[in-house]
């Protein structure tokens, strides 16, 4: 993102603490809904497989007026994707609805807010693969209090590849 953080129509770029791949949205739960979907989440990151993944590519959400400014993910995405599904699973499971959207992984860079020029020709200077692949070491239940900072919940180890 350092070559393009500064560029005029830029959005307002994400925190480096909250970056993240959404598996599952599960909207607002009330703390007592916690105590059945937690142990419901746990043998769904165990019974996974393994999971590599590499930012490749960008791209935004909004038809129109891009909102949103993403980078693509890659690698075992068909293994990401049954991790999401089996969360997706069990959250149900444990009566707690999930975002029907399709799963489609991405990582958040930033925002554009209502006013302003976006630049949507960012996503064209951001081809090609970013960094590193990275294996998946922990899946994290995060809540997102509006207008502040990610909140961890708690987290379980993810299957590694040998």
């Known amino acids: 993102m350092d070559r393009v953080r ?3 129509g830029a959005p307002r770029w994400s925190a480096p603490t909250d970056l993240h791949v959404t598996l599952a949205f599960l909207g607002d739960v009330p703390r007592a809904g ?3 979907l937690l142990p419901a989440l746990g043998p769904a990151v165990a019974g996974s497989p393994p999971v590599t993944l590499q930012l490749t590519g960008a791209g ?4 129109r007026r891009p909102r949103v400014l993403w980078a693509g993910v890659g690698g075992d995405v068909d293994a990401l994707t049954v ?3 089996r969360l997706a699973a069990a959250a ?3 009566g707690v609805p999930v975002d029907e959207r399709p799963f489609r992984p991405h990582l958040t860079l ?3 807010p209502g006013a302003g020029t976006p630049d949507a020709a960012l996503v064209d200077r951001l081809a090609g ?3 590193p692949a990275w294996p998946v070491t922990e899946v994290v239940l995060w809540r997102s209090p509006p207008g502040r900072p990610y909140e961890r919940v708690t987290g379980w180890p993810s299957p ?3």
């Open 6 to 8: 500064d560029d005029p």
């Open 83 to 85: 991790l999401a599904d």
């Open 34 to 36: 916690l105590s059945g």
């Open 129 to 131: 693969d970013h960094g």
């Open 60 to 63: 935004r959400f909004g038809s």
């Open 110 to 112: 930033g925002r554009w």
């Open 92 to 94: 149900r499971h444990a």
């Open 160 to 162: 590694h590849q040998a």
